[in-house]
């Protein structure tokens, strides 16, 4: 896939050379694997570098890259920082890679040597890997994320409600959405690889420094070199041209971007509720948006058009499943994303607990929301909130809904286009509020969490849920206040779904955040960075678990309140029916360790795996095991295709983004797909599995099973249309979680192509960032070797001796090698 390959330990003219060098291993590798280079397998493995990349956006770019595609070329040079109040800008007179410290990585390093290029003489940024060096480390660390993040001077800075240019990231410097045009940069995670160049670097200092004081040239003397070719679209365009790219020679539509985008995964917690022709009620034309507000603030769900009205309101406990770093193939997002899925599942989990028999009798419902590409530009939270009820999914015409297996009259509906591949969100009763949680793997205080609400005052559901947490107390943690203070600029809360439900309902649908941190971002680790990992500050899964527990007991008072606002009554309530989850808890271990450190633990992938064999069942599709979490684990978002969550639809022998002609269900084959992430997957088998303990198990336990059929015929999933699935847990479950596509509300698919063409969509408002990664050349990567001066390879060629010795450096030095390959 498109990003994270890398190949060619020993790329371009050096495999070419090697290859001659080496023909017992060109054979071995043409018979295996073309992409691994035997010789230097080794050093491959080791030799990775993570690129940091253009984005594009709605108004522009940002990101690095370099302005064309000629390759970047310069010597190594160590950068000193300028720590000391110098500008220590290298003096050098050629063509320079600068090597920089990660510790140096920050606003004032990249000021200098940005400001101080003026001979454009500077042709790239390594930044090494600081492991084992010895220095006087800042432990407050600067944070490359954005002061506001998603805020005022963001690419998301309109889709806010009140108060967008609060300070929350108060170390924040925005290096993640500066647009570093025309500069490449590369961080090496290799510690020993990084040694090297470091090695490499300062020693050509000395050299430069010597022949400087001896005018002779030393003869023979060669340089090492780093080659950056890291071309990512030209400037001045912007993510709906780049979508919309006609090849110039054909005119033929070749888009060189895709979206950021993924896969949302929610859930219900009880029976499903009956089904209705929801397509009838959302017959909306002639009401005006302020009467439907009006309503769902009154809590009045008698007469809402714009979701199941017969159904029960939703309380939505949610969070945001992703981060971000300056380098995308290394987001550890420990605090910022693994911590708030962590204390999620773990609160789903407490809440399924409970069984149907209590979950059905509560006044509200519980849903569980974890959402996907919230870091750029809340895109998984608006998606789905803005098809649920703001204003409310409508597929084009009513003959466009169909089933998503077509010979399959019990599947879920789905739409043909806009391209939906269920239609369940649409029996979700109306928004009654959200509980979001975000952040508490690191609490700034010891034993206290805090809650930040939407600044609608006494009576609103946001000071009702803060209230509720904080008479929800464990034996060792506590909720309390932020201690921020209105100040007229508009109550400020922290980004987070949150944000998405008041923004969207224009204040009349809020809630609560619970949160680490109080007035800012915890600077112990600095968030949305590369360090933000479970290995450079170990999270707190005392807090997580007492996080778990608040969650899960918020959740049930407010349903069990029903907008009575009682929260003495409803708190204690829930404190009787939930206990207290302790941090040595199994389940939160065995997820801790996947989501902090290895992502490809065998508890994910149970899970994952038999997800997909339910998805095959139902539909016929295969699915590969899904793009995976990693180890260590990446949060990064991730670029939106049919391998990576973008849904699609089969009709005859094509596959369709969309689809607006007349032939679906001519086939019994023809179905609706999608293929999330295998943390995606994993999250939806678990969600069933916490959540679909059944009506009528009743204290018996759930049928054992290893495949789905084994499920056929269980009992205890009867209620209205519910039925049972397989997980990964090997019990038979009630189906209670669901996938929603994660994608800018601006973009659709395209009716009638493949995936991957997107268009602006005719409901696009003009808020979203549209945030899409560009894949303008096949060939993008960063070479390391020695240049030995203006020798033509060709002649070069003839020279055994010589050659042989490239080689050698070549599986030495160089070869930080790292192409990194772009899938188209
Ligand atoms: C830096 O190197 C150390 C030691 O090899 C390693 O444990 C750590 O994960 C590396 N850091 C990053 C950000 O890759």
Redesign the pocket.
């Given at each position: 896939m498109w990003r994270q390959r890398q190949q060619h330990a020993c790329g371009g003219l050096w495999l070419f050379l090697c290859v001659l060098l080496f023909p017992s291993s060109a054979l071995a590798q043409s018979s295996s694997d073309m992409s691994i280079n035997a010789p230097f397998q080794d050093s491959f493995n080791r030799l990775t570098h993570a690129a940091c990349v253009t984005l594009f956006h709605r108004k522009g770019r940002l990101g690095c890259g370099t302005e064309d595609r000629s390759l970047h070329v310069g010597k190594l040079v160590y950068y000193k920082g300028n720590s000391n109040g110098n500008n220590n800008f290298p003096s050098v007179n050629e063509d320079f890679v600068a090597v920089v410290e990660e510790y140096h990585l920050d606003a004032s390093t990249l000021n200098t040597l940005v400001q101080g290029n003026s001979n454009g003489y500077l042709k790239g940024l390594l930044f090494l890997?600081s492991?084992?060096i010895d220095y006087n480390r800042d432990k407050s660390y600067y944070s490359p994320a954005a002061q506001s993040p998603r805020g005022y001077g963001t690419p998301s800075a309109y889709e806010w409600y009140g108060n967008n240019a609060y300070p929350w990231n108060a170390k924040g410097q925005g290096l993640n959405i500066y647009d570093f045009y025309g500069l490449p940069m590369a961080?090496v995670?290799?510690?020993?690889v990084?040694n090297e160049l470091r090695n490499a670097a300062m020693n050509q200092i000395n050299k430069n420094n010597n022949n400087n004081n001896n005018e002779e040239q030393q003869e023979g003397s060669s340089s090492i070199v780093a080659e950056f070719n890291y071309y990512m679209g030209p400037d001045g365009i912007n993510s709906l041209e780049c979508l919309g790219w006609k090849d110039q020679a054909d005119g033929k539509w070749s888009p060189k971007c895709l979206p950021l985008g993924g896969t949302s995964v929610w859930a219900t917690a009880g029976s499903p509720e009956p089904n209705q022709d929801n397509q009838n009620n959302n017959n909306n034309d002639d009401i005006n948006d302020d009467d439907a507000r009006r309503e769902l603030n009154n809590n009045n769900n008698n007469n809402n058009y714009y979701y199941d009205a017969n159904n029960r309101p939703v309380v939505l406990v949610a969070a945001g499943m992703d981060a971000s770093s300056l380098f995308h193939d290394?987001v550890p997002g420990a605090n910022s994303a693994a911590s708030n899925i962590l204390a999620l599942l773990m609160a789903a989990k407490m809440v399924g607990g409970l069984g149907d028999n209590v979950l059905d009798k509560l006044t509200y419902r519980i849903a569980f929301g974890f959402f996907q590409g919230e870091t750029y530009g809340f895109a998984g939270s608006r998606s789905f909130l803005r098809d649920v009820a703001f204003p409310g999914f409508q597929c084009s015409a009513n003959d466009r809904i169909v089933r998503s297996v077509a010979n399959n009259d019990k599947s879920e509906k789905a739409c043909l286009y806009p391209l939906r591949h269920s239609l369940e969100f649409q029996r979700l009763g109306p928004i009654a509020g959200m509980l979001a949680v975000d952040q508490v793997g690191l609490p700034v205080a010891d034993g206290l969490l805090y809650v930040h609400n939407d600044g609608q005052g006494d009576g609103s559901f946001g000071s009702f849920m803060s209230n509720v947490l904080k008479y929800s107390y464990t034996s060792n943690f506590a909720v309390s206040y932020t201690s921020i203070e209105d100040n007229d600029n508009g109550w400020p809360f922290p980004p987070s779904p949150l944000q998405s439900l008041v923004q969207l309902s224009q204040g009349a649908a809020g809630g609560a955040v619970l949160t680490g941190y109080d007035y800012a971002f915890t600077n112990q680790v600095p968030f949305h960075s590369?360090?933000e990992?479970n290995?450079e500050k170990q999270m707190d899964l005392d807090a997580i678990a007492a996080a778990a527990t608040l969650l899960a007991r918020a959740a049930l008072a407010a349903a069990y309140d029903g907008g009575q606002y009682d929260y003495e009554t409803s708190s204690q309530y829930a404190s009787q029916w939930i206990g207290e989850l302790s941090s040595s808890d199994e389940t939160l271990n065995i997820l801790a360790n996947c989501l902090f450190k290895d992502g490809n633990c065998d508890y994910l992938k149970k899970y994952n795996s038999m997800e997909r064999e339910n998805d095959k069942a139902r539909t016929g599709f295969s699915y590969g095991s899904g793009y995976p979490l990693g180890t260590?684990p990446n949060y990064y978002v991730g670029v939106y295709n049919i391998n990576y969550g973008q849904p699609f639809v089969q009709v005859g022998d094509s596959v369709y983004g969309a689809y607006d002609g007349d032939k679906y269900g001519n086939r019994g084959a023809d179905a609706f797909g999608i293929q999330p992430t295998l943390l995606e997957s994993a999250i939806r088998g678990m969600l069933n599995d916490f959540l679909g303990r059944g009506s009528n198990l009743n204290g018996g336990s759930a049928q054992e099973c290893s495949k789905p059929s084994d499920c056929d015929n269980v009992q205890y999933c009867q209620k209205n249309d519910d039925h049972a699935v397989c997980t990964g847990g090997g019990k038979c479950v009630c189906a209670r979680s669901h996938f929603h596509l994660a994608l800018d509300e601006a973009l659709e698919a395209k009716p009638g192509m493949g995936t991957g063409y997107f268009v602006q969509s005719e409901n696009d408002n003009e808020i979203s960032a549209v945030y899409t990664e560009p894949y303008w050349s096949n060939d993008v990567g960063v070479r390391v070797y020695r240049d030995v001066g203006q020798i033509p390879g060709v002649v070069t060629l003839g020279v055994g001796a010589v050659v042989s010795g490239l080689c050698v450096l070549a599986a030495f030095v160089l070869k930080v090698g790292l192409k990194k390959e772009k899938m188209y």
């Open positions: 890997n492991t084992g961080y995670p290799d510690s020993d990084s290394l590369h360090l990992s290995q260590p």
